[in-house]
């Protein structure tokens, strides 16, 4: 608890004197190893898992959109489809 920057060695490269904390993993890194990112200081690893999140979400987005736009549509089909055939069959009566 009582650890300062001053005193820490990035968690990477030991010999080397921390410059910054990480605020999501909490571990001290050197300048090589800490990256601004969006308004936010973070490590490599941090950044890396951040950017792996972002992508799998950015995929999902990708499969979600079409199958909710067939879903819609096969939806909207059987409705007209069930239209069609009671107008049909009260009109041949
Ligand atoms: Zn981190
Ligand atoms: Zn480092």
Redesign the pocket.
Known sequence: MSQTIALSKCLIHTAREAVAR?P??R?F?CRECITEHGGRV??A??LAKQARTANETGKLAWIRLPVAASAAFLLLWMVLFQAARFISTSGAD
Do not use: K, R
Request: charged share 0%.
């Open positions: 990480c999501q993993c571990q890194f973070l490590c690893p941090c």
